[in-house]
Nanobody
Framework: VQLQASGGGLVQVGGSLRLSCAAS????????VGWFRQAPGKEREFVAA????????FYADSVKGRFAFSRDSAKNAVYLQMNSLKPEDTAVYYC???????????????????WGQGTQVTVSS
């Protein structure tokens, strides 16, 4: 599945953004879908995900209560609503999908086969 992430931008501390990830070629149905982010000089880290069977979403502790993962099957898209943004949320955000990912691997970026190109989120203080 080919993925296209969008919706990033520059926002002030405490602001909100909604990221979108659209799939082409195939639907998200039956795929685990995850959001990851990579800050400058840091490794890519897990943000949120849902399993192939639709369980979740599951969140990193750092975003729990502030971010919300949702999906729109009719539009073949998933979203990451980000509220109460902090400077430490600044990163390139990626969506990823995989048709065979097991539940225990949802947080492991190396287990995802398909990746979008990333969208920059910058939170200014």
């Amino acid at each position: 599945v080919q993925l296209q992430a969008s919706g990033g931008g520059l926002v002030q501390v405490g602001g909100s953004l909604r990221l979108s990830c659209a799939a082409s070629g195939r639907t998200f149905r039956g795929h685990a879908v995850g959001w990851f982010r990579q800050a400058p000089g840091k490794e890519r880290e897990f943000v949120a995900a849902i399993s192939r069977m639709g369980s979740g979403p599951f969140y990193a502790d750092s975003v729990k209560g502030r971010f919300a993962f949702s999906r729109d099957s009719a539009k073949n898209a998933v979203y990451l609503q980000m509220n109460s943004l902090k400077p430490e949320d600044t990163a390139v955000y990626y969506c990823a999908a995989d048709a065979s990912l097991i539940h225990s691997s949802l947080r492991m970026q190396s287990e995802y086969a398909g990746w979008g190109q990333g969208t920059q989120v910058t939170v200014s203080s």
